[in-house]
């Protein structure tokens, strides 16, 4: 049992019903089309982005929804050792592979119920080109035909560009930042960073907050 996923093992805790307001929340950021795809990045690593992913997938899959969490954090993506899932052949590899044909066997089920993992695979020499290309746009589209939800665990926006390529394959984008973690100036340059996509920004997570029943949780503000 994997302790990071409290949403699953401890429901009825303070961290698990703050990310069950999360994904009301996001349920509700668009009115007219439902929410397929969602990226969820930070400005800098450490500040729990993977853990809200992996997370925020086990809520949505509770209410019957169909989650895929594509880890596309090519370079330390973690997703693999949350579900304690095999990482020898991942994104990395698919976007080498006929992406249509191919995908299904890059996909892992978990033992959690309506969660399915695309875990990152192995370290490229080149995750930002791997992740502009053709087929990995192609992937997107494919991806949000065969699954209610697409969840993706993407890279810290400082520095790197990975996450602003993603943005423009996904409907909504969630910021992590960690709570007195976050210097206010790079969450000012990841807002600028993704200024382009701020019509998809469906709101920050203030992540590692301190509370007196849990060891922390994490608010969502629009």
């Known amino acids: 049992m994997?302790?990071?996923?409290?949403?699953?093992?401890?429901?009825?805790?303070?961290?698990?019903?703050a990310i069950k307001t999360?994904?009301?929340?996001?349920?509700?950021?668009?009115?007219?089309e439902p929410v397929k795809s969602i990226l969820m990045t930070s400005s800098m690593s450490g500040e729990g982005k993977s853990f809200v992913s992996a997370n925020l997938a086990v809520a949505f899959a509770q209410t019957g929804v169909k989650v895929l969490?594509?880890?596309?954090?090519?370079r330390r993506g973690r997703q693999h050792k949350i579900f304690n899932i095999d990482n020898e052949q991942g994104l990395s590899n698919?976007?080498?592979d006929d992406v249509d044909k191919n995908y299904?066997?890059?996909?892992?089920?978990?033992?959690?119920?309506?969660?399915?993992?695309?875990?990152?695979?192995?370290?490229?020499?080149n995750p930002s080109e791997l992740l502009a290309s053709a087929k990995n746009k192609q992937l997107a589209k494919t991806l949000k035909q065969k699954f209610d939800l697409v969840i993706y665990d993407g890279v810290p926006v400082g520095g790197l560009t990975d996450s602003v390529i993603m943005a423009d394959l996904v409907?909504?984008?969630v910021i992590v930042s960690a709570y007195k973690v976050t210097p206010v100036e790079f969450l000012a340059n990841t807002n600028k960073a993704l200024e382009k996509f701020k019509d998809k920004i469906a709101g920050v997570i203030l992540n590692k907050f301190p509370s007196s029943k849990d060891h922390y949780y994490s608010k969502y503000y629009s």
Do not use: H, Q
């Open 2 to 17: 994997n302790n990071e996923l409290i949403v699953a093992n401890n429901p009825k805790s303070g961290v698990a019903e």
């Open 22 to 32: 999360i994904r009301t929340n996001l349920l509700f950021s668009s009115i007219d």
């Open 69 to 74: 969490i594509v880890d596309c954090d090519l």
């Open 94 to 96: 698919l976007l080498l």
């Open 104 to 125: 299904k066997k890059y996909i892992k089920k978990t033992r959690y119920e309506n969660i399915y993992v695309l875990p990152m695979g192995i370290v490229p020499p």
């Open 171 to 173: 409907d909504k984008i």
